[in-house]
């Protein structure tokens, strides 16, 4: 069922502890069990699963359950020990799993959503499931009635969640590539604001309470630091991923954004970093350097008898150029530019040596990645995807011992 992984802690390198197979078919999301050597596992094969580690060092299951609808989501709320799955059918079920994590109890079904769940969240305080779908909306359903409390719906589906206790405002992030900031009340919801910025659509979220940050993933194959608490608008772009960002979690204790993409790849962003804010590009009818008109101005082209050029934008400056004033690229890491990208010739020649010293350290997780959660205080991160596999890793020789004080993954 799971082999351990008998490897020795390399360097500043993530370490696989274990590998879990048996599901056959993607795997949506995989959690670990707080305090215990376990794991929670959805997948598209209809099943949930509770994988505990035994004396071979090997996770077996020991709950099976099979759902109705393939599962597409997972919440877990560890101290009440209530699981909540979402469905490709629009259902959220919850359960109630026991002490010893080898039985669990069907509780209620809520009718949340019309489409696929996208994503869970349980407020304890509020008694309160959370959850996005494919149908376009966040619903928030009243566990203890199970009855519908409300509903927000958007211009396309909804992908993502976050939550922030204290205020009850829910971030979502959906498929045109939007963020909406939502005050959820009782039986209503106010619209606090909406954040554009990723020209892919949304497809994880996750919000640091302390520092009052919001970070978000999209298919554009980056991650934008949104300052919700400043109210300064001030974003971050970091680009250091190939493929589209699925997974983030920041550690708020090292000031450390680690993200993973459907490729494999795992980032570690130092955070704990003065970084610039990138430019908005600029718009021009003729190259901010060398004033040779692009190709839609057809007057200069007229006037000057020359030919019209493409326009290009330079990363570092945001000025709009031609691309013989822009021929060079440069990493530029403290704008989060971690790989080459285009800029001018003038902001190539201000870039020192040191400006390229990378802010991030890059992994491969080698098996496609479509969700990730950690357990911050063991420093412990599982990952799972559309491969079927569930991978275990010791993320400490990453991210600082500090994290797991105490914790020995062997």
């Known amino acids: 069922m799971a082999a351990e992984i008998h490897s020795r802690p390399q360097s500043s390198r993530p370490v696989l502890l274990s590998k879990i197979e048996g599901h056959q078919d993607a795997v949506t999301a995989a959690l670990l069990i707080p305090k215990e050597d376990g794991v929670i596992t959805a997948s598209e094969d209809r099943t949930i699963r509770v994988w505990l580690k035994r004396d071979s060092g090997q996770y077996w299951p020991s709950i099976y359950h099979t759902m109705a609808s393939p599962c597409s ?31 669990m109890n069907f509780i209620k079904t809520y009718p949340a ?18 959850s996005t779908g494919h149908d376009k909306c966040v619903s928030w359903m009243c566990t203890r009635s199970g009855n519908m409390l409300g509903r927000h719906f958007f211009s396309s589906w909804a992908s993502c969640l976050q939550y922030d206790f204290d205020t009850q405002y829910a971030f979502v992030g959906d498929y045109s590539g939007q963020i909406t900031l939502l005050k959820l009340e009782h039986n209503t919801c106010s619209v606090i604001t909406t954040l554009k910025g990723h020209e892919g659509s949304i497809a994880c979220l996750w919000w640091d309470p ?12 980056s991650v934008i630091m ?16 190939h493929d589209r960002v699925q997974a983030l979690c920041y550690l708020q204790l090292t000031r450390q954004l680690v993200s993973c993409s459907s490729d494999g790849g795992i980032a570690v962003w130092n ?33 000057t008898k020359t030919l019209g050029l493409r326009q290009h934008h330079c990363r570092k400056c945001g000025q709009a150029v031609c691309g ?24 190539y020649d201000s870039i020192k040596d040191e400006d390229r010293t990378s802010l991030a350290t890059f992994h491969e997780g080698k098996h496609n990645i479509s969700h990730m ?26 991210v600082g011992c500090s994290l797991a004080t105490g914790f020995s993954p062997h």
């Not at 989501?73 to 080898?102: C, K, P, T, W």
């Not at 001030?234 to 250091?240: E, F, I, K, P």
């Not at 060398?290 to 101005?297: G, I, S």
């Not at 013989?324 to 001018?344: A, H, L, T």
Request: a negative charge.
């Open 210 to 221: 302390i520092q009052r940050l919001l970070f978000s993933g999209a298919s554009d194959n």
């Open 113 to 130: 959503h019309q489409n696929r769940v996208t994503a869970i969240i349980f407020s304890l305080a509020t008694e309160w499931v959370i």
């Open 73 to 103: 989501a997972l919440a877990y709320h560890h101290d009440s020990r209530r699981i909540f799955v979402g469905q490709d059918n629009g259902a959220v079920m919850e359960f109630h799993v026991s002490e010893d994590f080898n039985k």
């Open 226 to 241: 949104w300052d919700i608490g400043g109210r300064k608008g001030r974003t971050l772009l970091l680009q250091g991923h």
């Open 271 to 303: 955070m704990d970093v003065s970084r610039e804010e990138a430019p908005q590009w600029l718009e021009s009818d003729s190259c901010q350097k060398c004033e040779q008109p692009f190709f839609w101005n057809i007057k200069q082209m007229w006037d």
């Open 373 to 398: 959660s950690m357990d911050i205080a063991r420093g412990l991160m599982v990952t799972c995807g559309t491969d079927r596999v569930v991978k275990i890793w010791d993320m400490t020789p990453v």
């Open 324 to 347: 013989k004033c822009s021929s060079k690229r440069s990493s530029y890491p403290v704008m989060g530019f971690e790989f080459q990208v285009r800029v001018c010739d003038s902001c």
